[in-house]
C-alpha cells in the first residue's frame, strides 16, 4: 500500500538548514526600559521542570531559575518577542517548521548567547533566490556574491537575510543600521512579586541590522535522519537531501 498518491512531476522534495546566531555580541543591558537587551530566545521568563534553561549542551545541565530583577525579566520577553517575530518572517516565501532547537541560557538572569535550530522546508522551490533584500550592502556580507545583481542570491542566505530582519522587527537596513523598534502588549513577570500583569512591551534591534547578519550562519543539511511515523516507531529511514 502506497503511503501517499501524488500528480507524477507534482511530488515535492523538503529541504532542510541549519542555523546558528552567535548573540555573545548582542547588547546585555539589562535596564528597565533598555529596549534593545534581550537577545533572542524561545523559553521566556516561564521555565518548568520538562521545558527548563539549558546551561550546558555537552551534559545538559539545567536551571528553573527565573529572572530575579525586572530588567532582566523585561529583556527576556523581549527576546521572546523577537523568536516570535523571526519565526513569523521565516514563513515569507514558504511554509517551514522550527526543529531541533538547542539554546545556551544560564538562568532567567542572563541573556543567551547562542541559538542553534533546523529549518524544514515543505517547497524549497518557492524560495526566493531572485531577491537580495535584506542582504547588507558590502561583498564581505553577502557570501552570494554581488548583492546588487539579482540571481546571485542563495536559499540558504535568503533565510539568513529572513532571520535577520526578524530579529531586526520585521525590517531591514542594507547599511548596517536600524532603530526599528514595535511594541506589543504582552503577559509580563514581575519578580518582585512572582505574580503577572499585562503590559506594553518595546522592543527594539539587538545590535544594528549588518551586526546582526554577521551573527547568523545557514548551511543546508545534505543527509537527514527520519525517525518512522508508522507502527514500528523504532525504525530509522536514512533519507538524503541533494
Known amino acids: 500500500m502506497p503511503s501517499y498518491f501524488s500528480v507524477k512531476g507534482d511530488t515535492r522534495k523538503p529541504a532542510y538548514f541549519r542555523v546558528s546566531i552567535d548573540m555573545s ?5 539589562q535596564s528597565n526600559d533598555n529596549v534593545t537587551s534581550g537577545a533572542v530566545t524561545p523559553t521566556g521568563n516561564f521555565p518548568t521542570s520538562d521545558r527548563p534553561y539549558i546551561t550546558n549542551l555537552s551534559t ?27 519565526v513569523q518572517n521565516l514563513q515569507t516565501d514558504t511554509l517551514v517548521d522550527i526543529l531541533d532547537i538547542e ?17 524544514s522546508v515543505e517547497s ?69 512579586t512572582g505574580g503577572t500583569e499585562m503590559s506594553e ?8 541590522y549588518g551586526e546582526i547578519f ?11 535522519l527520519a525517525i518512522s511515523g508508522g507502527d514500528d516507531s523504532t525504525q530509522i529511514l536514512k533519507t538524503s537531501q541533494n
Do not use: C, W
Open 25 to 29: 555580541a548582542f547588547d546585555d543591558a
Open 60 to 86: 545538559l545541565a539545567t536551571s528553573t531559575t527565573r529572572a530575579t530583577t525586572q530588567g532582566a525579566a523585561d529583556a527576556r520577553e523581549r527576546g521572546l518577542m523577537r523568536f516570535e517575530k523571526m
Open 103 to 119: 539554546i545556551l541560557e544560564a538562568n532567567g538572569d542572563a541573556q543567551a548567547t547562542l541559538l542553534e535550530f533546523s529549518i
Open 124 to 192: 524549497p522551490d518557492h524560495i526566493n533566490t531572485t531577491t537580495t533584500d535584506g542582504i547588507p550592502d558590502g561583498s564581505t556580507r553577502a557570501l552570494a556574491g554581488n548583492v546588487d545583481t539579482a540571481g546571485t542570491n542563495t536559499q540558504a542566505n535568503r533565510f539568513r537575510a529572513l532571520i535577520a530582519s526578524g530579529i531586526n522587527g520585521g525590517t531591514t537596513s542594507v547599511d548596517f543600521s536600524s532603530t526599528t523598534t514595535y511594541k506589543e502588549l504582552r503577559t509580563r513577570y514581575l519578580p518582585l
Open 201 to 208: 512591551i518595546e522592543v527594539g534591534n539587538p545590535t544594528a
Open 214 to 224: 554577521d551573527a547568523i550562519v545557514v548551511n543546508q543539511l545534505t543527509g537527514t
